[in-house]
């Protein structure tokens, strides 16, 4: 049995989900930066790990509604 596909599978899943969240990190800092244009980076480093579960929520319920499995008479 060859395990060398999935490896390379699932290594490729993860680089595309650690690119997503790059992409979230620097639209993130780029709205932070628009609200606090004289905070250091240092700030929002610290708020990031707060803001990322945001996201995720977020990408979740747009993921979900694009499946269709969110409606809008229905409490999930």
């Known amino acids: 049995m060859n395990h060398t596909n999935k490896t390379c599978d ?3 899943r993860i680089a ?4 997503i969240i790059e992409y979230w990190k ?3 800092e780029r709205n932070f930066r628009t609200a606090h244009p ?12 707060k803001i990322l579960p945001n996201f995720f ?3 979740t319920v747009y993921a979900a509604k694009r ?10």
Do not use: I, K, Y
Request: charged content about 25%; cysteine-free.
């Open 57 to 59: 929520l977020a990408e």
């Open 38 to 49: 004289h905070a250091d980076r240092s700030e929002f480093e610290q708020r990031w790990p």
């Open 16 to 19: 595309l989900v650690h690119a």
């Open 67 to 76: 499946l269709r499995l969110l409606s809008e008479g229905r409490s999930n």
């Open 26 to 28: 620097s639209t993130a």
């Open 10 to 12: 699932v290594a490729s």
